[in-house]
Structure formats: C-alpha cells, structure tokens
C-alpha cells in the first residue's frame, strides 16, 4: 500500500518561505508520478505541480510558477516543495499524491496524503 506522508508545513509572513516534504514508499517501480495539490477553505482542490520520478521536468500551476520549485531525492524516496516569496492566497492545506502512471493536474492520482497546513499572513 503506497501512502504519501507529507510534512514541514507551518505559518510565515507574506513574502516568507516554506520547504514541504513528501515521502512516497511501496512502490517497486523507481519511476512514478507524484504531484502537490492544495484546498483552502470553501474552495475546490487545486493542482500545483506535478513530477515524473527518475529526472522528469516538473509542470507547474500558473499561479505558482517562478516562486515554487519541486526536486526529489530519489535515494531518500523524498519529494520537496520548496515554496519561496509566498503570499496570503497561497494559504491552504496541501496535499501529496502518487500513482504509478498518471501525472496530470487532476484527481487521477491513486493514492493521497493526509495533507500539512500553510498558512500566510499579510
């Protein structure tokens, strides 16, 4: 059974930065898709940033694109969002997903943290 574990959420002051990682073990395939999403409240899950393991370029939301870097470190199994130059609307919980062979920026993904809280303050 594949289960994201995300952490390293917290809170920062608008224009602060945030690491997010996210640990996806059991698969017996070194390649598979992982991507962020993230939900705040009273509104609908959106993608942010999708990854091919293995050395796949990432693919990246509009509303994040040149502030938001995903990397993996394949040894440790370990995704990481790093998260810069923040802002009050990037507030939500964020989720970590997997699957073996989707990476699009929908709910195709198999299997789902339980999701690291950030919160940025203006």
């Known amino acids: 059974q594949v289960q994201p574990v995300e952490s390293g959420g917290g809170s920062v002051q608008a224009g602060g930065s945030l690491r997010l990682s996210c640990v996806v073990s059991g698969y017996s395939n070194s390649r598979y898709c992982v991507a962020w999403f993230r939900q705040a409240p009273g509104k609908v899950r959106e993608w942010v940033t999708t990854?091919?393991?293995?050395?796949?370029?990432?693919a990246y939301a509009e509303s994040v694109k040149g502030r938001f870097t995903f990397s993996e470190d394949s040894a440790k199994n370990t995704l990481s969002l790093q998260m810069n130059n923040l802002k009050p609307e990037d507030t939500a919980m964020y989720y970590c997903?997997?699957?073996?062979?989707?990476?699009?920026?929908?709910?195709?993904?198999?299997?789902w943290g339980q999701g690291t809280q950030v919160t940025v303050s203006s």
């Open positions: 997903a997997a699957d073996p062979t989707y990476c699009g920026n929908g709910r195709g993904y198999m299997s």
């Open positions: 990854i091919y393991t293995g050395g796949g370029t990432p």
